[in-house]
T-cell receptor, first 115, second 118 residues
Framework: AQTVTQSQPEMSVQEAETVTLSCTYDTSESDYYLFWYKQPPSRQMILVIRQEAYKQQNATENRFSVNFQKAAKSFSLKISDSQLGDAAMYFCAYRSENTGNQFYFGTGTSLTVIP | EAGVAQSPRYKIIEKRQSVAFWCNPISGHATLYWYQQILGQGPKLLIQFQNNGVVDDSQLPKDRFSAERLKGVDSTLKIQPAKLEDSAVYLC????????????????FGPGTRLTVL
């Protein structure tokens, strides 16, 4: 089974600054999808950004961007101009084309934004 | 588009009691997932349905947990009897198989049911 590792249980950032959350994964597949999900305290999990493995260009969604290094199996999330509303648990997730639409999640990184 | 609905939002029971959770996925989504999320951890897949068939239930404690998805739409997850270690948030999610949709590959999550076993 694929594994997803988030080595930073907690991170903090000053408001308006930039922070990078790390994620690595283990797979022997060539076609897959990677995601970052955000889960605010006691609130619903929502998708932040998605990356298809066959695309070399890094995905960007407004203040959120990824650094996808396929050979290194690394998928980090960069949050620019951090806002108080960015405080949440962030989960990295992997989905294979070959395992019936199953997702594998990391253990999460708790992000604190300091005013 | 209505999101994934779950009920109840909160449930408190005593150990050895039974409990059931309900999930209504986004209309048209063929794949439905049940996850268990223990405080401070990532979601752990319990069972995955595609339409009304089971794709993966390898991590479902089948001696006490059961799930069904009748008619390939709504789903129910049951725990009988509950143990203290079952205290967690139970998340339901759904996704589309339609490759032509912009949300293909994305999982949509419900608000979850927070279960406390005393």
């Amino acid at each position: 089974a694929q594994t997803v590792t988030q080595s930073q249980p907690e991170m903090s950032v000053q408001e308006a600054e930039t922070v990078t959350l790390s994620c690595t994964y283990d797979t022997s597949e060539s076609d897959y999808y990677l995601f970052w999900y955000k889960q605010p305290p006691s609130r619903q999990m929502i998708l932040v950004i998605r990356q298809e493995a066959y695309k070399q260009q890094n995905a960007t969604e407004n203040r959120f961007s990824v650094n996808f290094q396929k050979a290194a199996k690394s998928f980090s999330l960069k949050i620019s101009d951090s806002q108080l509303g960015d405080a949440a648990m962030y989960f990295c997730a992997y989905r294979s084309e070959n395992t019936g639409n199953q997702f594998y999640f990391g253990t999460g990184t708790s992000l604190t934004v300091i005013p | 588009e209505a999101g994934v609905a779950q009920s109840p939002r909160y449930k408190i029971i005593e150990k050895r009691q039974s409990v059931a959770f309900w999930c209504n996925p986004i209309s048209g989504h063929a794949t439905l997932y049940w996850y268990q999320q223990i405080l401070g951890q990532g979601p752990k897949l319990l069972i995955q349905f595609q339409n009304n068939g089971v794709v993966d239930d390898s991590q479902l404690p089948k001696d006490r947990f059961s799930a069904e998805r009748l008619k390939g739409v709504d789903s129910t997850l049951k725990i009988q009897p509950a143990k203290l270690e079952d205290s967690a948030v139970y998340l339901c999610a759904s996704s589309s198989l339609g490759r032509g949709t912009s949300t293909y590959n994305e999982q949509f999550f419900g608000p979850g049911t927070r279960l406390t076993v005393l």
